[in-house]
Structure formats: structure tokens, C-alpha cells
């Protein structure tokens, strides 16, 4: 493996190219909407950057915890997840498709949970093996029941919980 140098910084230190290359790559990954995630990204707590080769390769952050959406997902798992009490939600972690399997994900993931003490929650889909297996080995634990996936009709989705 090559150098695994992590840059996590907080939204309004990216400039705007940052921040769209980030957008893109997220969006590329195929797992959330476009519609929102800038906004989104604006309010993540950290925004973690592995660059390569003068592209981004890797990202991933520590989005806020919006009440709203915990008490959506608090509702579909069936588990009473308190948003007063979480400091954030884990995700938005993709590596460019010529970078996988180079354990960027890993580090990234890695360097981005030290940076922030506190209740963090996740979700993850059933047929995302990679992420399942970094949450999992960073301390978070599945609770409550699998739902359906809107964006995926074919995949159930997980509520993941890291104390």
C-alpha cells in the first residue's frame, strides 16, 4: 500500500472545486441522492479526503445529526435512537472505483472516527459488504430491525450504533 496521508477538515475550509469533486464522488458511489447532498456536505461536522494521483480517491465524513432524519430511521429500524444524544452520523464513504481495494476506505474511516468523541450512528446497506465490515471493526454495533432501501428496492437497509 501506498501512502494513506487522511486530510480531514471542516466544510468551509474546501473551496468550491473541493467541494464539488467531493459531490461527485459521493454521487458516483451510487448511494445517496443528489438532490440534497451539498447542502448536506455544508453541514457535516468533517469531511475526510484521501487524495492520489491528483484526484480524490477516497471520502468520507461526519455528517450532523438532523433530528428529522434520526427520528425517520428511528422509526423504520424500530429502535428508539435519541437524537439529543448523538453527535453525528457516519458515512458518505466511497473510494473511485481505481482505487478500491487498496484499503483507502479503511484508513480513511479509521483516521475520520478519532476525530470526533460521542453516540455516532450509521447505515449501511445489506449488500455493502465493505462498509458492514469497517463499521463493525470500528465499534459500532447493528441494532433494531432492517427496512427496506428507497434508493435500492432490492436491499434492506441497517441502523448501526457506535457509543
Not at 38 to 44: P, T, V, Y
Not at 50 to 68: M, S, T, W
Request: net charge positive.
Amino acid at each position: 500500500m501506498s501512502d494513506q496521508t487522511v486530510r480531514i477538515v471542516k466544510p468551509q475550509e474546501l473551496n468550491d472545486a473541493e467541494l464539488e469533486s467531493v459531490q461527485a464522488l459521493i454521487v458516483e458511489g451510487g448511494e445517496v441522492r443528489a438532490a440534497s447532498l451539498r447542502d448536506n456536505l455544508k453541514f457535516s461536522r468533517f469531511i475526510a479526503l484521501i487524495v492520489r494521483e491528483g484526484q480524490l480517491a477516497c471520502v468520507g465524513a461526519i455528517k450532523e445529526a438532523r433530528p428529522g432524519y434520526i427520528q425517520t430511521i428511528s422509526r423504520k429500524s424500530g429502535y428508539a435512537l435519541d437524537a439529543e444524544n448523538c453527535v453525528g452520523e457516519f458515512g458518505y464513504v466511497v473510494t473511485k472505483a481505481a482505487f478500491r481495494k487498496q484499503g483507502l476506505a479503511i484508513a480513511l474511516s479509521l483516521a475520520l472516527l478519532k476525530s470526533l468523541d460521542g453516540t455516532l450512528y450509521a447505515t449501511t446497506r445489506d449488500d455493502n459488504p465493505g462498509i458492514r465490515k469497517i463499521v463493525r471493526e470500528n465499534g459500532f454495533t447493528a441494532v433494531g430491525k432492517k427496512w427496506r432501501s428507497w434508493e435500492h428496492p432490492n436491499s434492506s437497509v441497517m441502523l448501526w450504533l457506535k457509543r
